[in-house]
């Protein structure tokens, strides 16, 4: 079957799902063909493309410009290296590119028809199109977000949030005895020299939302650090494994999934869990640049699998690389990769830490919750690009980049204080290093060739964070330890 053909049964079989509102009769209109947005295939992966000017990466894993692999759709053998190419854009069928129009901000939950079916990924929703949302609601954002093109507001007053804690209050009943302890502080042992002086905010004292786990989100925390070194990559499998790719075609490749992650908005979780499961597999697997994109789509659908409430179907991963590969092939990849990592699919990534370290850090009201945040989310998916930050744990980078986004936001303010050293574990002195390579990634990226995460967090969305100005320089006595 052509490849034509194979995209009309694919695009045809998509069905349309439910548009979310207060009106369960709302129609879903389809954009007109000729508005649908053009997706990334990536067809060549190479240190060097046209539309781009080629600039040098931060650290010398990146030093060696060799020649790069070229995904081609028609030819799947060993194909020439060239300097002198980019990446092709292919089109979401129309049919996909459908989206609501209903608004975000609603008093009531919103309603279903009893008649349409389960909720499916048959279409993948464009980024274009002004103040929409996705028909499942599920768009990945910063995890305060909700919407891409509306105006966000710091509020915890806001008639959708009151709403879900109305609901919360009455499905769930919370202890009388739980308040009497509100006032503690999780019991962990702290570094030596700690200033104890300084007051701990205790950022677990929201007994009346049980989403946040305020009874053991210490110990779920503190196992994750116990754990999160068993399910990291190997820091050297470019040199000891891998003889056909190298850094900077991990980096392109990775560069695309964030551009595929977003265009069917998926959780970010999904995006840092596919990244680990490529770094976990490349460790000990060698693999050739031809199937290079092959091994990034299948993590992300297992990543996906595993994270999102809706997947996208292995059809849509397929089209999404322009059906350079066929499905039998995406399974047998997917299968390839569950029995290498044995089925461990449960990994403590940056982006688990990030969570409880901005609630840390807000825990003063030092800086605005939604700045914060997004800064801390842009500066951890820089590091993803990385292969040099495999070096660094997730709690590591997630801690150093909350420091980094604070000295951002306030650069006269000491970054660093007793809450986060208490609830990261933590101090200054240690994250010194990671915050450094941080802030050259995040100062280098505006002359970054790879801008998919810089392009991301330059929309509204996300406040505009990849446009802050980053000071050249962090002074040094932010990392002497009896500073904060």
């Not at 990769?337 to 699919?345: A, P, T």
Request: aromatic share 8%.
């Amino acid at each position: 079957m052509s490849n034509q053909n194979r995209r009309s049964s694919i695009s045809s079989s998509s069905s349309k799902r439910p548009a979310s509102s207060e009106n369960a009769t709302t129609k879903v209109v389809p954009i007109p063909p000729h508005q649908a947005k053009k997706r990334v295939a990536l067809s060549n992966i190479t240190n060097n493309t046209s539309s781009r000017t080629s600039v040098r990466t931060y650290g010398s894993t990146l030093g060696n410009q060799a020649c790069a692999p070229a995904f081609t759709k028609v030819n799947k053998g060993l194909s020439a290296c060239t300097s002198n190419t980019a990446l092709r854009r292919n089109p979401v069928p129309a049919s996909s590119a459908i989206k609501s129009k209903t608004s975000v901000r609603t008093k009531h939950a919103p309603t279903v028809t009893p008649l349409l079916g389960p909720c499916s990924m048959d279409i993948s929703p464009s980024r274009s199109g002004g103040g929409s949302v996705s028909l499942d609601e599920t768009m990945s954002t910063c995890d305060s977000l909700k919407s891409p093109d509306v105006e966000y507001i710091d509020n915890a007053e806001a008639s959708a949030v009151a709403s879900i804690e109305r609901k919360a209050s009455n499905s769930f009943h919370i202890s009388e005895h739980i308040q009497g302890i509100s006032g503690n502080v999780c019991k962990r042992d702290l570094h030596v020299g700690v200033d104890t002086s300084d007051k701990i905010f205790n950022v677990d004292n929201k007994y009346d939302d049980p989403q946040m786990c305020a009874t053991i989100a210490c110990d779920i925390y503190k196992h994750l650090r116990a754990s999160e070194n068993k399910k990291r990559p190997s820091t050297d499998f470019m040199d000891g494994v891998q003889k056909d790719i190298n850094p900077s075609m991990r980096a392109i490749l990775v560069d695309w999934l964030v551009e595929v992650a977003e265009e069917y908005r998926l959780v970010p979780d999904t995006l840092y869990l596919t990244v680990n499961y490529i770094d976990r597999y490349l460790s000990g697997n060698g693999m050739n640049r031809q199937r290079l994109q092959l091994l990034g789509v299948a993590c992300m659908m297992i990543a996906a699998k595993y994270e999102e409430i809706c997947a996208p179907q292995v059809e849509e991963f397929c089209y999404i690389t322009d059906n350079t590969y066929f499905k039998e092939e995406v399974l047998q990849m997917e299968s390839a990769v569950l029995n290498f990592l044995k089925f461990e699919m449960t990994a403590p990534t940056a982006k688990c830490f990030l969570r409880r370290f901005a609630h840390a850090a807000n825990g003063n009201n030092e800086v605005p919750t939604l700045q914060l945040e997004c800064l801390a989310n842009y500066v951890a998916e820089l590091s993803l690009l990385e292969y040099s930050m495999l070096r660094y744990s997730p709690s590591l980078i997630a801690a150093s980049a909350i420091f980094l986004a604070k000295y951002i936001l306030l650069p006269g303010n000491r970054p660093w204080n007793s809450t986060l050293a208490h609830y990261t574990q933590y101090k200054p002195s240690e994250l010194c290093e990671c915050v450094k390579v941080l802030h050259h990634l995040f100062c280098n990226s505006h002359s970054s060739s790879l801008p998919a995460i810089r392009e991301k967090y330059s929309q509204h969305k996300y406040k505009f964070v990849a446009k802050k100005y980053c000071p050249p320089s962090i002074p040094s006595e932010y990392f002497h330890d009896q500073c904060y």
